[in-house]
């Protein structure tokens, strides 16, 4: 009974600390966007979506690829135990809230997959971070690996609809609907393309006009600008 209740709270901690990593990405995420927003006055993240695989889920995957049946080897080996799916609007946007997760001073970049500029065979896109991050409980510090997964609107409709296409056919999708669902990918990798190059051409224009504000503003204001331009002439 007691080597029962000891496994019982053992399996609990181990839960508990995917739980508490997921709570501590999730509030980094936060931090960043509102700092994004205050900073630049853009928010780079549509949504974000995090879970904890089930224990039939990681059993599986166990079972599956191998492992051994306990604890310190499935921390080990199955590091996909806590995920988070971040969806940002462009491109540019996955990369660089990829580099600021990465350049947080308590998160280590454990695995780095790059399925944007390396698509997967069936067309798959998206950006997969396997981060190992610190969990401070009441007797002790645990690493702990979360994988966070970065992907644009498009991405996320493609990846959601070929699930939902494998669900239903039981994972024996014809092969028609599946050279169909990687022509649809490399439509939505166009459309990406297609957005940032329309974002970038706005927000050149948006940079230019608040400039010329900005001069404009000097020049009415009390700020002698031809005076400081003489200034900095004679140095």
Known sequence: MKELKALKVELTRFIMAYKFALDEMNTKINI??????????????EHVKSR???????FKKVYRKGYDFSLPSIKENV??????????????????????IAGQKDVR???????????KPNGYQSLHLIL??????????ELTYVEVQIRT????????????????YNKEVPDRMIAELKDAAVIAAELDRKMERLHKE???????EHEKEELLSLNNGSFN??????????K
């Open 225 to 234: 600008l031809p005076f400081f331009e003489q200034l900095l002439q004679r």
């Open 79 to 100: 590091r996909d135990i806590a995920g988070i799916r971040i969806t940002c609007s462009f491109i540019s946007d996955i990369y660089e809230l990829s580099k600021m």
């Open 153 to 168: 609107i498009a991405m996320d409709f493609w990846a959601s609809l070929e699930h939902k296409i494998y669900y239903k």
């Open 132 to 141: 190992e991050i610190p969990i401070f409980m009441s007797d002790r510090e």
């Open 109 to 119: 970049v454990v695995d780095y997959k790059d399925y944007i500029k390396n698509p």
């Open 32 to 45: 960043l966007k509102d700092e994004f927003n205050y900073i630049h006055d853009y928010n780079p993240i």
């Open 202 to 208: 706005v927000s050149d224009i948006k940079q230019a």
């Open 52 to 58: 904890i695989k089930s224990p039939e889920s990681i």
